[in-house]
């Protein structure tokens, strides 16, 4: 390849890299930045475990506190088919911790990505990440029944065992 051309192409890759910097800064966010303060509508896609809830519809709060031992008091929850709750999350921790919504799959995947790109930031109706000594919530309508799980995919978090898990049923 001649000089010219490697000139035209390194440019060109330069470019295509300056552009995609912004799209990937706004995708994966500040990773101290809590959930609650994130900017925009609540995009309502649904999943297999449920699907985004409106404020107005949570009956029912239930406080989830997360810790430095890498666990979450209570770990586990049963949940009616259809309901609207409004998961508070507590960080008591002194580090960064998050609580991811899904299925055991699907989290077990994600996590596995985390430690390829500990920096990785997602802004979802069904995660939310906690300062420590701060709260976030998470307003989920289950609307599907089934076993699902919740665990914080921080690299070293979710292999430390900091999992629980959600009992829907009619």
Known sequence: MNTTRRHHLQQL???????????????HGDMHKDHHQAAGPVVKEQKPWGIAGDSKNARRTITIRMSDDMRFAPSHLDVKL??????RAENKGQVMHEIVIGTAQELQAHAEMMKKHPNMEHDEPYMAH??????????????????FEFACLLPGH???GMRGTIRVRA
């Open 130 to 147: 906690v300062s420590p000594g701060k709260a976030s919530d998470i307003v989920w309508t289950f609307n599907r029944e089934g076993d």
């Open 13 to 27: 890759l330069g470019a295509t890299a300056a552009l995609s910097l912004p799209l990937l800064a706004h995708a």
């Open 158 to 160: 979710f292999e430390a």
């Open 82 to 87: 259809g309901q609207t709750l409004r998961l």
